[in-house]
């Protein structure tokens, strides 16, 4: 399982917060999916809004702050403070893995030389996911697992130094087709079962089950999930 929106978000704990991710390695998630931005003075924090007011109730935006008054934030879900990017990880070392949800735009390669730096020290390279930009692929390609379609896999299968270490295939309506194509392939696949998803499609309790039953059912092993859903597993 990976907590999606940075572990357990519920009534009391806010996203991408320490007290988040506390409840999604005690729960037995195996990864946490965290969102990247960077603040006005170059430091990577983790947090999914553009801006602070959903959980902080500050409207500015990540990029007009410094991380010195970002650090001042506070949040009344468990007194939440917006983590560093290097902060997440020391706290997920030995305990849970990463998938990076990258929000910054353009391919500022020593600025990305710098996750892949963090991820290394903390020992949380080996095994971390991406959801990566257009822009930053060429960076990130062979540094870090980078999420795509099965399309975009095939058309990657094509390219000079092509390996199935390099991508996964992500997608929330993945087949069973799908997922035997993957394994085949020697590609990791991981399905998705989150609020976003199924807000969009005005989704009932009914249909929800069914959803995450027929997911269930491809054989994927797998899953990046908003936290109400893991009754369901």
Same mark, same amino acid.
Request: charged share 25%; aromatic share 10%; proline share 2%.
């Given at each position: 399982?990976?907590?999606?929106?940075?572990?357990?978000?519920?009534?009391?704990?806010?996203?991408?917060?320490?007290?988040?991710?506390?409840?999604?390695?005690?729960?037995?998630y195996?990864?946490?999916?965290?969102?990247?931005?960077?603040?006005?003075?170059?430091?990577?924090?983790?947090?999914?809004?553009?801006?602070?007011?959903?959980?902080?109730?500050? &409207?500015?935006?990540?990029?007009?702050?410094?991380?010195?008054?970002?650090?001042?934030?506070?949040?009344?879900?468990?007194?939440s403070?917006?983590? !560093?990017?290097?902060?997440?990880?020391?706290?997920?070392?030995?305990?849970?893995?990463?998938?990076?949800?990258?929000?910054?735009?353009?391919?500022?390669t020593?600025?990305? !030389?710098?996750?892949?730096?963090?991820?290394?020290?903390?020992?949380?390279?080996?095994?971390?996911?991406?959801?990566?930009?257009?822009?930053?692929?060429?960076?990130?390609?062979?540094?870090?697992?980078?999420?795509?379609?099965?399309?975009?896999?095939?058309e990657n299968?094509?390219?000079?130094?092509?390996?199935?270490?390099?991508?996964?295939?992500?997608?929330?309506?993945?087949?069973?087709?799908?997922?035997?194509?993957?394994?085949?392939?020697?590609?990791?696949?991981?399905?998705?079962?989150?609020?976003?998803?199924?807000?969009?499609? &005005?989704?009932?309790?009914?249909?929800?089950q069914? &959803?995450?039953?027929?997911?269930? &059912?491809?054989?994927?092993?797998?899953?990046?999930?908003?936290?109400?859903?893991?009754?369901?597993?």
């Amino acid at each position: 399982m990976i907590a999606h929106r940075g572990g357990i978000v519920d009534s009391t704990n806010a996203e991408n917060s320490l007290p988040a991710m506390q409840a999604a390695a005690k729960k037995g998630y195996s990864m946490v999916e965290i969102d990247l931005r960077l603040t006005k003075d170059s430091v990577l924090i983790i947090q999914h809004d553009a801006s602070f007011k959903r959980y902080y109730e500050n &409207d500015s935006l990540v990029t007009a702050m410094t991380w010195r008054e970002i650090s001042r934030l506070s949040s009344d879900k468990n007194n939440s403070k917006v983590l !560093s990017f290097e902060e997440a990880l020391q706290f997920c070392s030995g305990k849970l893995g990463v998938m990076i949800d990258n929000k910054i735009a353009g391919n500022d390669t020593a600025l990305f !030389s710098k996750v892949i730096a963090l991820l290394k020290k903390y020992n949380l390279d080996k095994n971390a996911l991406m959801i990566g930009t257009e822009a930053s692929t060429p960076f990130f390609t062979g540094k870090i697992k980078l999420s795509c379609t099965r399309k975009q896999l095939e058309e990657n299968m094509q390219k000079p130094g092509y390996s199935p270490a390099h991508y996964y295939l992500f997608d929330a309506n993945l087949t069973k087709e799908d997922v035997i194509w993957a394994k085949q392939n020697n590609i990791m696949a991981v399905g998705v079962v989150n609020e976003w998803r199924y807000k969009r499609s &005005d989704a009932g309790k009914d249909e929800i089950q069914k &959803d995450i039953q027929r997911l269930k &059912d491809t054989g994927l092993r797998y899953f990046q999930i908003d936290s109400q859903y893991q009754p369901f597993f």
